[in-house]
T-cell receptor
Framework: EAGVVQSPRYKIIEKKQPVAFWCNPI?????LYWYRQNLGQGPELLIR????????DSQLPKDRFSAERLKGVDSTLKIQPAELGDSAVYLC?????????????FGEGSWLTVV | RKEVEQDPGPFNVPEGATVAFNCTYS??????FFWYRQDCRKEPKLLMS???SGNEDGRFTAQLNRASQYISLLIRDSKLSDSATYLC???????????FGQGTRLTINP
């Protein structure tokens, strides 16, 4: 079974530029997450989707971040404009169904450096 | 105060030693508990879930103390390959949202 696929793996951009990350979850997983992980810290949830619906986006900085999950499968996370503090790893994850008993699987992450 | 806290380490122990990590959580509504392992520049991967009665998987033992609101991970007979960052994670009942600690970095030395 293929895992969570993310692209690009690495991105270096200048501040104030836009950037987008793409995620393809594990087939059949209807819950999708975007986490951000800063160096030396644990992942922090940005947004969670159940199918097409964003059910938890309370920690998404909505002034510059946006996300979408059209058709309830692939998802994109966009930052516009990027700031120096956005340098981090952006992890996409997915799980089958909802409820605390479902294992969450992570992709390898998209490493963003803003210069 | 962070919702989930861990000692960041680093822990440096010799091969074959026993090492233990603790993780405290502040939300008493937390119902599901996990340990994840994260290798350098890789994604977190589920190591084991933590059950109320405690559970063991080979050299790894996880314990939950609800009264004191902490979970622990014990690694016996540590191997060089156990070197990684160990992240604890908790979620509330019915909530498919994991809150992670900052991770504890472990290095096993030959």
């Amino acid at each position: 079974e293929a895992g969570v696929v993310q692209s690009p793996r690495y991105k270096i951009i200048e501040k104030k530029q836009p950037v987008a990350f793409w995620c393809n979850p594990i087939s059949g997983h209807n819950t999708l997450y975007w986490y951000r992980q800063n160096l030396g810290q644990g992942p922090e949830l940005l947004i969670r989707y159940e199918n097409e619906e964003a059910v938890d986006d309370s920690q998404l900085p909505k002034d510059r971040f946006s996300a979408e999950r059209l058709k309830g499968v692939d998802s994109t996370l966009k930052i516009q404009p990027a700031e120096l503090g956005d340098s981090a790893v952006y992890l996409c994850a997915s799980s089958r169904g909802t409820g605390g008993g479902n294992t969450i699987y992570f992709g390898e992450g998209s490493w963003l450096t803003v210069v | 105060r962070k919702e989930v806290e861990q000692d960041p380490g680093p822990f440096n122990v010799p091969e074959g030693a026993t090492v233990a990590f603790n993780c405290t959580y502040s939300n008493s509504a937390s119902q599901s508990f996990f340990w994840y392992r994260q290798d350098c520049r890789k994604e977190p991967k589920l190591l084991m879930s933590v059950y109320s009665s405690g559970n063991e998987d080979g050299r790894f033992t996880a314990q939950l103390n609800r009264a004191s609101q902490y979970i622990s991970l014990l690694i016996r007979d540590s191997k060089l390959s156990d070197s990684a960052t160990y992240l604890c994670a908790v979620s509330k009942q019915g909530a498919q949202k994991l809150v992670f600690g900052q991770g504890t970095r472990l290095t096993i030395n030959p």
